[in-house]
């Protein structure tokens, strides 16, 4: 498994941005998908992104999609999750995750049970 520490949440406006990374140490970057996930209070966690090993592919949650953008560079074996036009409801702890290449295409990443490593979490607070 590969370690994964979020980072760049906290207290924004609706309306706003912020930039989430997640930075990845112990195994080799560049062998695994990696994707955002969140949970809200109370609710379940969800699906919120995920990029392929390579850049190339990504998939986004349709609840985020246009306002989201999922990248990484694996340079500095790090996933970032930019994140524009940001509502009260993208309020939650946002996970990232890492999970072995399957064959499967992008969206199948949607699953939480395609990734084996996860982070902490890092809060992210959109205030109205």
């Known amino acids: 498994q590969v370690q994964l520490v979020e980072s760049g949440g906290g207290l924004v406006q609706a309306g706003g941005s912020l930039r989430l990374s997640c930075a990845a140490s112990g195994r080799t970057f560049t062998d695994y998908v990696v994707g955002w996930f969140r949970q809200a209070p109370g609710k379940e966690r969800e699906f919120v992104s995920a990029?392929?090993?390579?850049?190339?592919?990504?998939y986004y949650a349709d609840s985020v999609k246009g306002r989201f953008t999922i990248s990484r560079s694996n340079a500095k074996n790090t996933m970032y999750l930019q994140m524009n036009s940001l509502k009260p409801e993208d309020t939650a702890v946002y996970y990232c995750?890492?999970?072995?290449?399957?064959?499967?295409?992008?969206?199948?990443?949607?699953?939480?049970?395609?990734?084996?490593?996860w982070g902490q979490g890092t809060q992210v607070t959109v205030s109205s």
């Open positions: 995750a890492a999970g072995p290449p399957t064959g499967y295409s992008i969206n199948n990443y949607a699953r939480a049970q395609r990734y084996d490593s």
């Open positions: 990029i392929d090993r390579s850049g190339a592919f990504t």
